[in-house]
T-cell receptor, first 113, second 116 residues
Framework: AQSVTQLDSQVPVFEEAPVELRCNYSSSVSVYLFWYVQYPNQGLQLLLKYLSGSTLVESINGFEAEFNKSQTSFHLRKPSVHISDTAEYFCAVSERGTYKYIFGTGTRLKVLA | GAGVSQSPSNKVTEKGKDVELRCDPISGHTALYWYRQSLGQGLEFLIYFQGNSAPDKSGLPSDRFSAERTGGSVSTLTIQRTQQEDSAVYLC??????????????FGAGTRLSVL
């Protein structure tokens, strides 16, 4: 069975500081990995995904995540955060060839001025 | 429509009452999903519809929960005899096809259900 662990429920960080949101997964088969973002009062939006190939994936708004198979991790990073990055971030895995996501419990990122 | 629409955005009900939650997916999307987002629990898969195929109901937590999708478009999630533990945000998502690698799921803003 697959599972996703996001150890940090909340992460406060000052504007322009770097941030890392941690995600670890457990699976006995090959998986796809995703980060979704949920801004206040909005639905989830896909931020970035790892399917295959380069282990470093990037989003259009400066976030990046690196797939580390040996550590079964897919941590999300941004070198300099903005107030507008305040949101909840969900890590998810999906077994190849399926339609189901397994989501983590989410990390609430709060960017402070 | 431009995105996935859910109604109502908030629903307060009394324990024991039935509730209906509506999801209007993006036009043309054949796949539709319901998830439940409980405090500190992440998103829990409830049910999946794909075209005219039989739905995957494996995530429904009890027989008080049911869902239907009429005409391959709008879906309704019904919770009968609501309990306090049903309080959560119910999210709907839709996608063009079924495989997550090829088809992004687009989420609605959710319905926040509070059972008193």
């Amino acid at each position: 069975a697959q599972s996703v662990t996001q150890l940090d429920s909340q992460v406060p960080v000052f504007e322009e500081a770097p941030v890392e949101l941690r995600c670890n997964y457990s699976s006995s088969v090959s998986v796809y990995l995703f980060w979704y973002v949920q801004y206040p009062n909005q639905g989830l939006q896909l931020l970035l995904k790892y399917l295959s190939g380069s282990t470093l994936v990037e989003s259009i708004n400066g976030f990046e995540a690196e797939f580390n198979k040996s550590q079964t991790s897919f941590h999300l990073r941004k070198p300099s955060v903005h107030i507008s990055d305040t949101a909840e971030y969900f890590c998810a895995v999906s077994e190849r060839g399926t339609y189901k996501y397994i989501f983590g419990t989410g990390t609430r990122l709060k960017v402070l001025a | 429509g431009a995105g996935v629409s859910q109604s109502p955005s908030n629903k307060v009900t009394e324990k024991g009452k039935d509730v209906e939650l509506r999801c209007d997916p993006i036009s043309g999307h054949t796949a539709l999903y319901w998830y439940r987002q409980s405090l500190g629990q992440g998103l829990e898969f409830l049910i999946y519809f794909q075209g005219n195929s039989a739905p995957d109901k494996s995530g429904l937590p009890s027989d008080r929960f049911s869902a239907e999708r009429t005409g391959g478009s709008v879906s309704t999630l019904t919770i009968q005899r609501t309990q306090q533990e049903d309080s959560a945000v119910y999210l709907c998502a839709s996608s063009w096809g079924w495989e997550v690698a090829k088809n992004i799921q687009y989420f609605g803003a959710g319905t926040r259900l509070s059972v008193l």
